[in-house]
């Protein structure tokens, strides 16, 4: 089979294709089959990934290739927007709570494992939001999942936008709710769904990203809400990319939408902004309880480590008084956009630090993220599962420390590769 595909020169494989235990077949044998086609030499888009970076994240990085070289990058792959993770206040602030209480908590938070840092952390959080309380729990993925296993089950109904992050999707499949999709962004779709649910389907819980992982727009919360309100429904925004980045002084999508205080779960991650790792919700008093509770994702793992909380309890100072570099990183952010429209890339519809780059052809995508990353230039490769195949892109994240001159020179090389490709606008 891997031959065929060879010949053919294929470079579009499917994963799922190779991950079915076939019959009679030993349930390992799925891994030598995926490491077969990684190993001959047809591209899968995943060769690239799990590099290795040599350094704080930082605009300029080293990262070591799979064969051992080490090169420079343009790093235009982090999360880290505001630069917060090498921030010096933060980096005080983990050091201390590090001198303080060690490298792991030791037990989960309902036992021994929060401390005063911890709490600390959920009440400036909470006080962000203005919501009585917020829990804390040591991943993004594990609130999410937990959040809505824990809230949601046979007789409710959950409604998502098509393009809400994996672990929303994950938490929706344990709860063991019934999960409906409306097409992104779509209002239309989102009220026929709500209105077709029937009166005994008591529970219903609209979700979104507030910042959307993969396109960087935001979710249209104003209507969202209405909606809710007009069919009873609860709503859950998780604002990982919003957070410390959009709205008018980086209180995230609720504030970039007027729509604070209407949103039931305030749902965000402290692995992208604020530079640590760790998600949180901030919602009513009765819900952070139960949730503390019936998450299982809380309940049954470690606490986050207090040197992470104690980095981000400086980062919330710094949100607190939107004094965290939100500007800068704007300006950036319009700066790599305009060149990035003015070159002729489709850049989708972006409202925030992430950029999508459209390229629609997973061959070229495959080709073009690999010659950029050796040309100097890191972005995230971003196809299916993150998205649907035709949909596929390279996907920009921008940093508030980048120069514009890491900028131009990052753009340069992507037009000549893209020149090279055919993917941009024939017109420049
Ligand atoms: C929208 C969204 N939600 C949740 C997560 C999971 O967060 P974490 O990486 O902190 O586990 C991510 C990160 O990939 C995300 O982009």
């Not at 727009?217 to 604002?239: F, G, Q, S």
């Not at 002084?249 to 205080?261: A, F, P």
């Not at 892109?393 to 131009?408: A, G, P, S």
């Amino acid at each position: 089979m891997i031959e065929e595909l060879k010949v053919k020169e294929s470079m579009n494989i499917k994963f799922e294709n190779f991950v079915d235990t076939l019959a009679g077949e030993d349930l390992l044998d799925k891994t030598q089959r995926v490491n077969k086609v990684l190993e001959s030499g047809v591209m899968t888009g995943n060769e690239a990934l799990g590099m290795v970076t040599m350094n704080k994240v930082q605009p300029y990085s080293q990262i070591k290739e799979k064969d051992g070289k080490i090169h420079p990058v343009i790093m235009l792959g982090s999360n880290s927007y505001l630069n917060l993770s090498t921030h010096p206040k933060v980096m005080q602030g983990a050091q201390e709570a590090l001198e303080r209480f060690g490298y792991g908590m030791g037990a989960v938070s309902n036992y021994a494992g929060i401390t005063d840092i911890h709490k600390e952390l959920e009440k400036r959080i909470a006080d962000f939001y203005g919501t009585e309380d917020s829990i804390v729990f040591a991943s993004g993925y594990g609130a999410n999942v937990g959040i809505i296993s824990a809230l949601c089950g046979k007789n409710d109904v959950i409604i998502n936008d098509s393009a809400n992050h994996a672990s929303i999707f994950d938490g929706c499949l344990l709860s063991g709710a019934e999960v409906k999709i409306y097409p992104h962004r779509n209002m239309k779709y989102l009220e026929k769904i709500l209105s077709k649910i029937p009166d005994y389907k008591t529970g219903r819980l609209i979700i979104t990203d507030g910042v959307f992982s993969m396109d960087g727009d935001i979710a249209p919360l104003n209507e969202i809400t209405k909606l809710a309100k007009k069919y009873k429904a609860r709503v859950m925004v998780d604002d990982a990319h919003g957070l410390g980045v959009v709205g008018k002084t980086g209180r995230g999508s609720s504030q970039h939408c007027n729509t604070e205080r209407l949103i039931d779960l305030n749902v965000g991650m402290l692995s992208k902004a604020p530079g640590g790792l760790g998600g949180y919700c901030a919602a009513s008093k009765e819900v952070i309880q139960y949730l503390r509770l019936y998450a299982r994702s809380y309940f049954f793992s470690t606490a986050l480590p207090a040197s992470v909380a104690g980095g981000l309890n400086e980062t919330f100072k710094l949100f607190e008084t939107d004094s965290a570099g939100r500007e800068q990183l704007w300006i950036n952010i319009e700066y790599l956009k305009r060149k990035l429209v003015q070159n002729g890339f489709d850049i989708g519809h972006s409202q925030s630090a992430i950029i999508p780059v459209m390229i629609y052809n997973e061959p070229v995508l495959f080709e073009m993220y690999d010659r950029l990353r050796k040309l100097g230039v890191y972005v995230n490769i971003v196809t299916y599962p993150a998205v649907r195949r035709k949909e596929c892109r390279l996907r920009l994240c921008v940093m508030k420390d980048l120069t514009f001159e890491q900028i131009d020179k990052a753009v340069e090389i992507m037009t000549d590769l893209a020149k090279e490709f055919g993917v941009i606008n024939n017109l420049v």
